[in-house]
């Protein structure tokens, strides 16, 4: 006769074989990574064993003889055992299905919940141990019946509270999960709780290990139909934080391509700021917990149809809802961030900042890479500007940026055909009135017009090109000089700009010294000026350069003295020939410019070093100059810088006509 109790028992044992059955298919599923295999199949096996020591236990039940009493007893402690130790592993299971891995270090704020199950678990176990002793849980008489025990709601007290705390994850990370994903982890919470409801009215039927047991065969379709969206993942995510890829974001945008969806968001490009100080801190490893666990805090502030994505390195892309751009940014501003530091052995917390780039979707027809390439190229315009944190890109820089790639690409051109030539201002000796140097500036000569170093330094500095013009001026100052000699006149030193760009290559006196060695001109002709102004290279390695270029005989002078902060410091670290005073402090009447150029000249002097003053153009302020002892004027007073033709009139007649000289 088929009673309740056998249909039961048979359904049990089918959904026991479904389970070790999923447990096999899992294991051996090469489909998907192992890190979600493991806890599947351990959940599963689990599963199986818990429902078939359910089934068994009902076969002995009211027989004697040894084999049944053995039964009963060892399955009913199996059944009570397992249903104590499934939770964490059903927590991992949904740490890895929410996040792609499972690391109680990178997840932090859910691992609160899982070390809290883990450790409710284990108490639950020993309390089902201890039950074996007291039969606090149940106990089987004589006559190898069950019975509940008093303590026997705690045995499910413990496990309910453990699903409590994975459900809280699940809806707390609800939107990392697709809907049928979501549907099969809250059944295996769902068809036990309604279970054990309708368990605590009713005794003698297992609907607790029922609803497991169905769970699992959802778990299992679920899990196989998600295969494909497993491979999926894999592609679009990025291992170390979970997030999407680039590969991912691109794809998201391109699902809203040519929608009016896409205008209403913004993509932000950003990266965290002095993030090698965090690596140098906390290490490499250090850095990655605290990369991953910064995308997953900030994820959590992102709305449902918003996207983090991590690019490369500490990079990252975010597209935000244009009503949330404000928010998003401010937080990007700076917030702490939880991790785990392997090295203390303790949870700390950072302060990261981000610097952002941020476009506006302005046309649906654009694709994923146009909008983030757009973001990244503001991040890299941010980047550049100290000071300024975040870059908003619009058509018109886009228009600006393509102008200034235009021109980039006509100087490289410039360079290539040769087009940048020196010009020449004389020095003058505001005593004698006559030529006692000159100072080479660099013109670039192109589509028939003559530009000056304003349209193009700049530029050049910034794509360190500008490392190649110093030396082509250098060479043509260098034969300039060699021909005038070969034609009998007296050329005077001629001082020749070098950006302090130039140092990043350690050869670069040794370069200074071949080109003008090749020449055959006598080196004190040559004078190198540099800038005081930089802060790329600590001041030991100009000093260096400095030294070397003495060693080799050549003169060096610092151009545009007092404009840094650092001029002193200069002064007392690096010995150079001449002093060239900024123009800033003699342009101007103020009494205060007035004490400071005193100083500044009293200060070269004591040095011993020779004094020049550019940008001279009024007569009141030679015999200022003069009266303080300033001797070597340059400027439009005397003379513009000149094409070398001009400068060569000036060497054949170096004494200046009766209108400059100074009455004395
Ligand atoms: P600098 O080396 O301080 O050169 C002096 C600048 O002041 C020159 O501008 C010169 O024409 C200008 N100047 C001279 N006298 C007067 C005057 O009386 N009144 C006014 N208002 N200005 C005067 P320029 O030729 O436009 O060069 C600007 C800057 O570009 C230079 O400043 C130098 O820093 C840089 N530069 C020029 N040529 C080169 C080069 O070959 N290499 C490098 N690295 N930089 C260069
Ligand atoms: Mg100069
Ligand atoms: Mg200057």
Same mark, same amino acid.
């Given at each position: 006769m088929i009673d309740a109790l056998s249909v039961q028992v048979a359904f049990l044992l089918f959904e026991s074989v479904f389970c070790f059955l999923t447990a096999l298919l899992a294991v051996s599923n090469e489909n998907h990574r192992r890190?979600?295999?493991?806890?599947?199949?351990?959940?599963?096996?689990?599963?199986?064993?818990?429902?078939?020591?359910?089934?068994?236990?009902?076969?002995?039940?009211?027989?004697?003889?040894?084999?049944?009493?053995?039964?009963? *007893?060892?399955?009913?402690?199996?059944?009570?055992?397992l249903c104590a130790l499934m939770? #964490?592993?059903?927590?991992?299971?949904?740490?890895?299905?929410?996040?792609? @891995?499972?690391?109680?270090?990178?997840?932090?704020?859910?691992?609160?919940?899982?070390?809290?199950?883990?450790?409710?678990?284990?108490? /639950?176990?020993?309390?089902?141990?201890?039950?074996?002793?007291t039969g606090i849980y149940y106990t089987?008489?004589?006559?190898?019946?069950?019975?509940?025990?008093?303590?026997?709601?705690?045995?499910?007290?413990?496990?309910?509270?453990?699903?409590? =705390?994975?459900?809280?994850?699940?809806?707390?990370?609800?939107?990392k999960l697709g809907r049928w994903q979501l549907i099969a982890l809250s059944s295996y919470l769902i068809f036990p709780t309604v279970g054990m409801v309708i368990q605590a009215f009713s005794i003698g039927y297992s609907y607790i290990n029922m609803g497991i047991g169905l769970s699992a065969i959802l778990l299992f379709i679920e899990w196989t139909f998600s295969t494909n969206n497993e491979i999926r993942h894999i592609a679009r995510t990025e291992v170390r934080t979970g997030l999407p890829n680039e590969h991912g974001c691109v794809e998201?945008?391109?699902?809203?391509?040519?929608?009016?969806?896409?205008?209403?968001?913004?993509?932000?490009?950003?990266?965290?700021?002095?993030?090698?100080?965090?690596?140098?801190k906390y290490g490499i490893t250090g850095g990655?917990?605290?990369?991953?666990?910064?995308?997953?805090?900030?994820?959590?502030?992102?709305?449902?149809? !918003?996207?983090? /994505?991590?690019?490369?390195?500490?990079?990252?892309?975010?597209?935000?809802?244009? !009503? $949330?751009?404000?928010?998003?940014?401010?937080?990007?501003?700076?917030?702490?961030?939880?991790f785990y530091d392997k090295q203390a052995g303790d949870v700390r917390e950072v302060e990261v900042a981000a610097r952002a780039g941020v476009f506006r979707i302005d046309r649906s027809d654009m694709d994923g890479e146009d909008i983030i390439s757009r973001a990244a190229i503001a991040l890299s315009m941010a980047k550049t500007k100290t000071g300024a944190q975040n870059i908003f890109m619009t058509r018109e820089l886009?228009?600006?940026?393509?102008?200034?790639?235009?021109?980039?690409?006509?100087?490289? $051109?410039?360079?290539?055909?040769?087009?940048?030539?020196?010009?020449?201002?004389?020095?003058v000796d505001a005593k004698t009135h006559t030529l006692c140097g000159a100072e080479a500036l660099a013109r670039w000569s192109h589509n028939?017009?003559?530009?000056?170093?304003?349209?193009?330094?700049?530029?050049?500095? !910034?794509?360190?090109?500008?490392?190649?013009?110093?030396?082509m001026i250098l060479r043509k100052v260098c034969r300039?000089?060699?021909?005038?000699? /070969?034609?009998?006149?007296?050329? #005077?030193?001629?001082?020749?700009?070098?950006?302090?760009?130039?140092?990043? @290559?350690? !050869?670069?006196?040794?370069?200074?010294?071949?080109?003008?060695?090749?020449?055959?001109?006598? *080196? $004190? =002709?040559?004078?190198?000026?540099?800038?005081?102004?930089?802060?790329?290279?600590?001041?030991?390695?100009?000093?260096?350069?400095?030294?070397?270029?003495?060693?080799?005989?050549?003169?060096?002078?610092?151009?545009?003295?007092?404009?840094?902060?650092?001029?002193?410091?200069l002064l007392r670290e690096i010995t150079f020939d001449t002093l060239k005073i900024d123009k800033g402090f003699v342009d101007k009447d103020d009494s205060k410019d007035q004490t400071i150029l005193e100083y500044i000249v009293k200060l070269a002097k004591s040095l011993d070093l020779q004094i020049v003053a550019e940008g001279i153009e009024y007569e009141k302020q030679v015999r200022k100059l003069r009266d303080l002892g300033v001797m070597v004027i340059q400027g439009y007073f005397y003379d513009k810088p000149m094409p070398a033709d001009g400068l060569k009139k000036r060497l054949e007649s170096p004494h200046y006509e009766e209108s400059k000289r100074l009455e004395s």
């Open positions: 890190r979600i295999r493991l806890p599947l199949t351990l959940l599963n096996l689990m599963g199986g064993l818990l429902l078939l020591s359910d089934s068994l236990s009902y076969i002995g039940l009211g027989k004697t003889d040894m084999v049944d009493l053995a039964l009963t *007893h060892i399955s009913n402690s199996i059944v009570f055992l939770p #964490p592993v059903y927590a991992v299971y949904v740490v890895v299905r929410t996040f792609g @891995d499972f690391s109680l270090r990178r997840h932090a704020p859910a691992r609160g919940r899982i070390i809290a199950c883990m450790v409710l678990s284990g108490i /639950a176990a020993i309390l089902v141990l201890v039950s074996q002793v089987i008489d004589s006559g190898n019946n069950y019975h509940r025990g008093d303590w026997f709601p705690l045995s499910l007290v413990f496990p309910s509270i453990c699903f409590l =705390l994975v459900v809280s994850i699940l809806i707390q990370y609800r939107h998201w945008l391109n699902h809203m391509h040519n929608q009016p969806e896409l205008l209403k968001y913004t993509a932000v490009f950003f990266d965290l700021v002095k993030f090698s100080d965090i690596n140098r990655n917990v605290i990369l991953a666990s910064y995308g997953l805090t900030l994820s959590e502030h992102l709305a449902k149809d !918003e996207l983090l /994505a991590r690019q490369y390195g500490n990079q990252f892309v975010a597209v935000i809802r244009n !009503e $949330h751009i404000d928010s998003f940014l401010s937080l990007l501003s700076g917030f702490p961030v939880s886009l228009n600006d940026l393509e102008e200034k790639r235009k021109f980039e690409n006509e100087i490289e $051109h410039g360079l290539k055909n040769d087009e940048f030539i020196p010009f020449y201002q004389p020095k028939g017009g003559i530009y000056p170093p304003s349209s193009f330094i700049s530029l050049m500095e !910034e794509n360190r090109s500008i490392c190649e013009l110093d030396l300039d000089l060699a021909g005038w000699i /070969a034609e009998g006149l007296t050329p #005077p030193t001629i001082s020749v700009n070098f950006s302090r760009r130039n140092l990043a @290559d350690p !050869e670069i006196a040794d370069r200074i010294n071949e080109i003008i060695s090749a020449s055959g001109i006598p *080196h $004190h =002709l040559i004078e190198i000026e540099v800038t005081e102004t930089s802060d790329e290279f600590p001041i030991q390695v100009l000093k260096k350069f400095v030294d070397a270029l003495h060693q080799f005989g050549y003169l060096v002078s610092i151009d545009d003295f007092g404009c840094a902060s650092s001029s002193l410091t």
